[in-house]
């Protein structure tokens, strides 16, 4: 957390342009402001302070709790987040959730017909996936479930009907890689030696597959998927820009535009402690499932 507070102010502090001027631009509606306006900006920011200085400064505040306050609208930068944070949890959450319900069952029946038709088809659809950006997929979705169909809304927010078309979006390259991950896992552990002996023991293939192969074949793809669920915060940046969503990310493209320093600041060291914290639940809840990695820390 300190290394990535300090990259982000560097970063930050480097950045192109006079934040002062900037934002008295958008306040006064000015192209050019007042010097002496701009100059007493300049001190409340501290932009004339050297940049160990303003940087120590800042994280003194932060420790605290006070994340500074925004200059566009005056509220505090800490309220600014914790406004935005649900919308892209909801998000967040909406897309993991259709990520399992899609790629694991596809996954299992790629498996299960290793090299045939649908095998075929799950690998293909995958490296689609992969291979298409994000904003190419939301505009797909918005002109296929929004415009052509007028099933959903393509834009703003309100009821869980606005988080289905960008929560697809969002899930889409997850989809493609949980779904290899559960076809690799569930072969590997077909081909394990207990399987053997169950199926010795005449034991039929779906009773192998539910009580044997299905809970230790999800394993790898549960840490997959909760590591995965921290970065999907940083995906919700492009997402919420396309689709209006009011979250943590649409905050972030739209301080970076008006070079609000402070709630770049904040929205950065926000999504920093969640994929730190997210990591750290994953690594606990691997300890408990797995004997393995239990005995390899005795």
Same mark, same amino acid.
């Given at each position: ?11 930050? !502090?480097? #950045? ?31 932009? +004339? ?9 800042? =994280? ?5 709790? +006070? ?25 967040? #959450?909406?897309?993991?959730?259709? !990520? ?7 996954? =299992?029946?790629?498996? %299960? ?59 889409? *390259? %997850? ?9 690799? !896992? @569930? ?7 207990? @399987? ?7 034991? !039929? ?17 549960? =840490? ?9 915060? *940083? ?22 535009? #008006? @070079? ?29 499932? +797995? ?8």
């Amino acid at each position: 957390m300190v290394g990535i507070s300090l990259i982000t102010f560097a970063v930050i !502090s480097l #950045s192109p342009g006079d934040p002062a001027e900037i934002t008295l631009r958008a306040t006064l509606g000015t192209e050019s402001p007042p010097k002496e306006a701009v100059a007493r900006l300049h001190e409340e920011m501290g932009l +004339d302070d050297p940049w160990h200085v303003s940087y120590l400064k800042w =994280i003194s505040r932060v420790v605290h709790g +006070d994340l500074g306050y925004s200059y566009q609208t005056k509220r505090s930068t800490l309220e600014e987040i914790i406004r935005a944070l649900p919308t892209t949890f909801c998000l967040a #959450s909406i897309s993991m959730l259709f !990520s399992a319900i899609i790629a694991i069952p596809l996954g =299992i029946a790629a498996a %299960l017909r290793q090299n045939g038709f649908v095998d075929h088809i799950c690998r293909l659809t995958s490296i689609v996936c992969l291979s298409s950006p994000e904003y190419f997929v939301a505009i797909v979705f918005m002109l296929a479930g929004g415009i052509y169909l007028d099933i959903f809304p393509i834009a703003g927010t309100g009821g869980i009907e606005y988080f289905i078309l960008p929560s697809l979006t969002l899930s889409v *390259g %997850l989809i493609a890689i949980t779904m290899r991950i559960m076809r690799t !896992s @569930m072969i590997e552990t077909l081909e394990q030696d207990y @399987m053997r002996t169950a199926r010795a023991k005449g034991l !039929s293939r779906r009773k192998i597959i539910q009580r044997h192969a299905l809970k230790n074949a999800l394993l790898p793809v549960i =840490i997959y998927m909760g590591t995965q669920f921290g970065w999907i915060f *940083g995906g919700a940046v492009t997402i919420e820009s396309v689709f209006a969503l009011p979250g943590l990310g649409r905050l972030l493209v739209n301080s970076v535009s #008006s @070079m609000d320093i402070m709630v770049m600041q904040g929205c950065m060291l926000t999504f920093a402690m969640i994929v730190v914290l997210i990591n750290l639940f994953v690594d606990l809840v691997q300890l408990y499932l +797995d004997p393995s990695v239990r005995a390899q820390g005795e």
